[in-house]
């Protein structure tokens, strides 16, 4: 390829390397120029444009891109359509990614023109989320550097999909004298929370003594599980520990205790009657990352862990700052207690409801009729339905009575907004300032008709109050939408937004506090229109 500026009366059939407006428009770059094109230019006084000439054998940046990205399909993957020199793939399955760092590394070695970028290994992935991109960064590429790269990709993939596959699970909880069953009811929540992205369930659940006959005979009862979690009352320190002796007492063997990844050293890996049995860490109690994620997901994903996987985890194992606790040893309860406070944090739900439905063109949305109910109705009864949330709240305004009467029985406290005029801004202070005695508020709109009363309780499950997870918003295949939670730490910076505005800034300004949790397309789909709330199974009914 050669590259550079030519008069235009010579560049027919040369790509144009930069955009050019003509009185008719613009001409793109990428553009192979044509007569006409030519013709546009020096009509609009252009007498020179710089351009890519292809050799003999060269590819444009698409044909390129996509011959590449034809290399890189396979089974769970949907690689899009080239355009500007990229193609994206995407996964066609919720799963854990797997790239080969050595075909990647060779990819990218054979020619800087043509670079892959994936996204890191085991990392969990959402149906449609991108996994990788092949971007070209010239407007054409020597032929036979895509052929070298083709023959890579031939010899060894590049990257694959491992998709979650259901799991039976048994939870097994042992007990010590003063140990809270708050506590207990939460680790199963939590452990609900983080099985639903693969779809598995926990089917039995067992508490017994922290002792280990009556943990090896809860241990001897799962036989119908495919996989086994059990949380000890005190952690796990030796081979000879409580959890280790039982599964040894009932017939499995003890594979690996331990691993370089903080939270989650005292992890313990075993194995009975050809099933993974693992010893949790007290920090897989609560929902933030943590070792027993690294494990736990690549099971879901029928991807097998060895003691030797787990010794090789120590590079990025180090998930969060320690200084605070810089003995460990000093002043512990417990490694189940480095997780657990006396209390969870206490959430209220705040229901948006006071908007003017401007978008409908007349009729307010919220008193659509959805399966012989209105949307407002459908809407609070799927927050009243979270297992973990506190008081529910309705922020009212436009149609104030309509909307309060279609709430008639329901439990729900009502919170007058005579500024709802004035833009989201006002409904969200007046939902926040009315909670004032929770430690955070989940912030739901009332237009959301596919949330589930699950959804809410896993992101109530991801809330931490502080730190990480002080904010929480629901995700649709990677990118963040509706709900969110909002700690009340956040009091201030709420109270000062103005207009038609939502949180969004305020999330941006304290990224470091925010989890994620992918709840799929009941993040994203709304009823601000007719045709999206036809779409959604709504009907307006006469009268």
């Given at each position: 390829?050669?590259?550079?500026?030519?008069?235009?009366?010579?560049?027919?059939?040369?790509?144009?390397?930069?955009?050019?407006?003509?009185?008719?428009?613009?001409?793109?770059?990428?553009t192979?120029?044509?007569?006409?094109?030519?013709?546009?230019?020096?009509?609009?006084?252009?007498?020179?444009?710089?351009?890519?000439?292809?050799?003999?054998?060269?590819?444009?940046?698409?044909?390129?891109?996509?011959?590449?990205?034809?290399?890189?399909?396979?089974?769970?993957?949907a690689?899009?359509?080239?355009?500007?020199g990229?193609?994206?793939?995407?996964?066609?399955?919720?799963?854990?990614?797997?790239?080969?760092?050595?075909?990647?590394?060779?990819?990218?070695?054979?020619?800087?023109?043509?670079?892959?970028?994936?996204?890191?290994?085991?990392?969990?992935?959402?149906?449609?989320?991108?996994?990788?991109?092949?971007?070209?960064?010239?407007?054409?590429?020597?032929?036979?550097?895509?052929?070298?790269?083709?023959?890579?990709?031939?010899?060894?993939?590049?990257?694959?999909?491992?998709?979650?596959?259901?799991?039976?699970?048994?939870?097994?909880?042992?007990?010590?004298?003063?140990?809270?069953?708050?506590?207990?009811?939460?680790?199963?929540?939590?452990?609900?929370a983080?099985?639903?992205?693969s779809?598995?369930?926990?089917?039995?659940?067992?508490?017994?003594?922290?002792?280990?006959?009556?943990?090896?005979?809860?241990?001897?009862r799962?036989?119908?599980?495919?996989?086994?979690?059990?949380?000890?009352?005190?952690?796990?320190?030796?081979?000879?520990?409580?959890?280790?002796?039982?599964?040894?007492?009932?017939?499995?063997?003890?594979?690996?205790?331990?691993?370089?990844?903080d939270?989650?050293?005292?992890?313990?890996?075993?194995?009975?009657?050809?099933?993974?049995?693992l010893?949790?860490?007290?920090?897989?109690?609560?929902?933030?990352?943590?070792?027993?994620?690294?494990v736990?997901?690549?099971?879901?994903?029928?991807?097998?862990?060895?003691?030797?996987?787990?010794?090789?985890?120590?590079?990025?194992?180090?998930?969060?700052?320690?200084?605070?606790?810089?003995?460990?040893?000093?002043?512990?309860?417990?490694?189940?207690?480095?997780?657990q406070?006396?209390?969870?944090?206490?959430?209220?739900?705040?229901?948006?409801?006071?908007?003017?439905?401007?978008?409908?063109?007349?009729?307010?949305?919220?008193?659509?009729?959805?399966?012989?109910?209105?949307?407002?109705?459908?809407?609070?009864?799927?927050?009243?339905?979270?297992?973990?949330?506190?008081?529910?709240?309705?922020?009212?305004?436009?149609?104030?009575?309509?909307?309060?009467?279609?709430?008639?029985?329901?439990d729900?406290?009502?919170?007058?907004?005579?500024?709802?005029?004035?833009?989201?801004?006002?409904?969200?202070?007046?939902?926040?300032?009315?909670?004032r005695?929770?430690?955070?508020?989940?912030?739901?709109?009332?237009?959301?008709?596919?949330?589930?009363?699950?959804?809410?309780?896993?992101?109530?499950?991801?809330?931490?109050?502080?730190?990480?997870?002080?904010?929480?918003?629901?995700?649709?295949?990677?990118?963040?939408?509706?709900?969110?939670?909002?700690?009340?730490?956040?009091?201030?910076?709420?109270?000062?937004?103005?207009?038609?505005?939502?949180?969004?800034?305020?999330?941006?300004?304290?990224?470091e506090?925010?989890?994620?949790?992918?709840?799929?397309?009941?993040?994203?789909?709304?009823?601000?229109?007719?045709?999206?709330l036809?779409?959604?199974?709504?009907?307006?009914?006469?009268?």
């Amino acid at each position: 390829m050669r590259f550079g500026p030519v008069p235009v009366a010579q560049a027919e059939g040369a790509l144009l390397a930069h955009s050019r407006s003509v009185e008719a428009g613009r001409i793109a770059k990428g553009t192979r120029l044509t007569a006409d094109d030519v013709a546009t230019l020096l009509g609009a006084g252009i007498e020179s444009v710089v351009v890519a000439r292809l050799d003999a054998g060269d590819l444009t940046e698409d044909e390129a891109a996509a011959r590449i990205g034809a290399g890189l399909g396979g089974s769970h993957l949907a690689v899009a359509d080239a355009a500007t020199g990229r193609v994206n793939v995407h996964a066609a399955a919720s799963g854990l990614f797997v790239p080969d760092r050595e075909s990647v590394d060779r990819v990218n070695a054979v020619d800087p023109s043509i670079t892959l970028a994936t996204l890191d290994e085991f990392e969990p992935v959402a149906d449609g989320r991108m996994v990788a991109t092949v971007k070209i960064i010239p407007l054409a590429v020597s032929g036979a550097s895509v052929e070298r790269v083709l023959a890579i990709l031939a010899e060894k993939p590049a990257f694959r999909l491992s998709p979650y596959e259901p799991k039976r699970i048994a939870l097994i909880q042992t007990e010590l004298a003063g140990t809270r069953p708050k506590m207990l009811d939460k680790t199963r929540r939590v452990t609900e929370a983080r099985l639903a992205p693969s779809g598995s369930s926990v089917i039995a659940e067992w508490r017994c003594p922290h002792q280990a006959e009556p943990l090896a005979e809860s241990l001897r009862r799962a036989g119908d599980a495919d996989l086994v979690l059990v949380f000890g009352a005190s952690a796990v320190i030796d081979a000879d520990d409580v959890i280790p002796a039982a599964i040894r007492s009932a017939g499995g063997t003890v594979e690996y205790l331990g691993m370089p990844v903080d939270p989650g050293n005292l992890l313990l890996l075993g194995e009975l009657g050809g099933r993974p049995v693992l010893g949790a860490p007290g920090c897989a109690r609560s929902p933030k990352e943590n070792g027993f994620d690294w494990v736990i997901n690549r099971l879901l994903a029928d991807l097998p862990v060895t003691g030797e996987d787990i010794r090789k985890m120590g590079v990025g194992g180090l998930l969060m700052e320690i200084a605070s606790r810089p003995r460990p040893r000093e002043g512990e309860r417990d490694d189940a207690d480095t997780a657990q406070e006396d209390s969870d944090p206490a959430v209220d739900i705040v229901v948006l409801a006071a908007g003017r439905s401007s978008r409908m063109g007349g009729p307010n949305k919220l008193l659509a009729d959805f399966g012989g109910k209105s949307l407002i109705r459908r809407s609070v009864e799927t927050a009243l339905g979270a297992r973990n949330a506190e008081t529910v709240r309705v922020v009212t305004g436009h149609m104030q009575s309509e909307i309060v009467a279609a709430l008639d029985g329901l439990d729900v406290e009502i919170v007058e907004n005579p500024d709802f005029a004035d833009g989201l801004s006002t409904s969200l202070k007046a939902g926040f300032a009315a909670s004032r005695e929770a430690d955070g508020v989940l912030v739901m709109l009332a237009d959301q008709p596919l949330l589930t009363a699950t959804d809410l309780d896993r992101l109530i499950a991801a809330f931490t109050g502080r730190g990480r997870g002080a904010i929480v918003a629901a995700s649709d295949r990677g990118t963040r939408r509706n709900p969110v939670i909002l700690a009340r730490g956040f009091a201030e910076e709420i109270e000062a937004l103005a207009g038609d505005v939502g949180a969004a800034r305020l999330i941006a300004r304290h990224s470091e506090a925010l989890v994620e949790v992918e709840i799929g397309e009941a993040a994203s789909v709304d009823v601000d229109t007719p045709k999206a709330l036809a779409a959604a199974g709504g009907r307006f009914v006469a009268g």
